[in-house]
């Protein structure tokens, strides 16, 4: 691998490197989690990741769908004090 | 030995607050703009996408300039407002500014090209979906998708409860 250098730092990317990104990335995707003894292939962590990420902007907008009917009974300081007290503990 | 959880400072317990603080925030602000009283399919789905937009801001912002993602998401948001300032008032080319050096840009992605063949494939889909994916290496690719993964969990996380919040109140 050439050492040239393109400002970002990076001059050669070492397989271990990737290896351990894509193992750490393999604990974070709930369908890969299950099988925490088993090393899953990069691409297919990729691709669970990919379907991951899908998924997760797909219930952004569910969500957003849902938040938009209620949102009629949104008070202002009063319930976020209790919201943000529920969601932290 | 059992550490108190309580003990060392979370980071992500800061990055939830920041982002229940200021999404709370905008809600109320949709809500006083667009009331639910006025029902139309356009005005319904106005309030739907202000609301994912929203949500979206609101966990960039949170997150700042310490991530590309961020920052790509971040300066995404700065040229859609000025895309509609243009209409008004004579040409800007602040996309000229706020984005990386092109040149920057070419190198990494020829890089990418060059490097690891089969995983490379793989990736392209990954750097559609990560914001700024295009422009990054392997090694951040991953790393940013992590970071960027998180995130989007904590954002649906709170959201939920937050419909929950309000549908048991209802």
């Known amino acids: 691998m050439s050492g040239r250098r393109s ?4 001059s050669s990317i070492s397989d ?7 193992s750490k990335l393999q604990q974070l995707i709930p369908e890969l989690c299950a099988r925490r003894s088993h090393k899953a292939s990069a691409s297919k962590v990729l691709q669970e990741t990919c ?12 969500l957003s769908d849902r938040l938009s009917q209620l949102l009629a009974s949104i008070d202002t300081d009063n319930d976020q004090a209790a919201i943000v007290r529920s969601l932290l503990m | ?27 109320t602000k949709i809500n006083a703009e667009h009331p639910i009283s006025s029902s139309s399919p356009t005005r319904i789905f106005q309030r739907y996408r202000r609301i994912k937009v929203a949500s979206n801001k ?20 700065r040229s859609r407002r000025s895309a509609f300032s243009v209409r008004r008032s004579s040409v800007k080319t602040t996309n000229c500014t706020t984005s ?33 994916g295009e422009a990054m290496d392997v090694c951040n690719l991953l790393g940013e998708t992590a970071h960027y993964i998180k995130c989007l969990t904590t954002q649906v996380q709170v959201m939920r409860k937050i419909v929950d919040f309000y549908h048991l109140s209802k």
């Not at chain 2, 609101?58 to 948001?77: D, G, P």
């Not at chain 2, 990386?100 to 793989?122: C, F, H, R, W």
Request: proline fraction near 5%; glycine fraction near 6%; avoid cysteine.
């Open chain 2, 100 to 132: 990386p050096p092109s040149a920057l840009i070419k190198v990494t992605i020829n890089e990418n090209k060059i490097a690891k063949g089969g995983l490379d494939m793989q990736t392209d889909e990954l750097r559609e979906l990560v914001p700024g």
């Open chain 1, 16 to 22: 271990d490197q990737i290896t351990h990104l894509v």
């Open chain 2, 1 to 27: 030995m059992m550490n108190s959880p309580q003990q060392v400072k979370n980071p992500s317990s800061s990055l939830k607050s920041r982002f229940i603080t200021r999404f709370l925030g905008a809600l």
């Open chain 1, 51 to 62: 379907d991951y990420i899908r998924n997760l902007h797909k219930e952004v907008e569910d």
């Open chain 1, 7 to 10: 400002g970002s730092g990076v």
């Open chain 2, 58 to 77: 609101s966990m960039a912002y949170s997150v700042r300039s310490r991530r590309i993602w961020s920052r790509a998401m971040l300066s995404r948001f």
